[in-house]
């Protein structure tokens, strides 16, 4: 079914950027929409972006005028590149993509293990 390979985390200083990747695998459905969310210690999980098949894009506050959302051409991979990043950027970033079950003819989201991401000096 579907599986998600993310990539790209790790501990970076404030100011410095990093890009992280989220590639889609499997048979039997369609993308519908694919996301980034982060959680920080302590706190509930939140959106950073997420992006549609046709193109949409959604941003939270916090990431306008610093992080951008991308898929890729064939439409399985989802990019989110963040740049300045701060310290208030630190948690787990987790992976998610919405599709449409070929199988059992309705939309279904699923998430990634998720990634870390640390931000400190």
């Known amino acids: 079914q579907v599986q998600l390979v993310e990539s790209g985390g790790g501990s970076v200083q404030p100011g410095d950027s990093l890009r992280l990747s989220c590639a889609t695998s499997?048979?039997?459905?369609?993308?519908?929409?694919m996301g980034w969310y982060r959680q920080a210690p302590g706190k509930p999980r939140e959106l950073v972006a997420t992006?549609?098949?046709?193109?949409?894009?959604d941003l939270s506050d916090f990431a306008k005028g610093r992080f951008t959302i991308s898929m890729d051409n064939a439409k399985n991979t989802a990019i989110l590149r963040m740049k300045i990043l701060k310290s208030e950027d630190t948690g787990n970033y987790y992976c998610w993509v919405g599709v449409w079950d070929y199988s059992t003819r309705e939309y279904d989201g699923h998430w990634g293990q998720g990634i870390q991401v640390t931000v400190s000096t």
């Open positions: 499997g048979t039997g459905f369609s993308i519908s929409a």
């Open positions: 992006i549609t098949d046709s193109g949409t894009i």
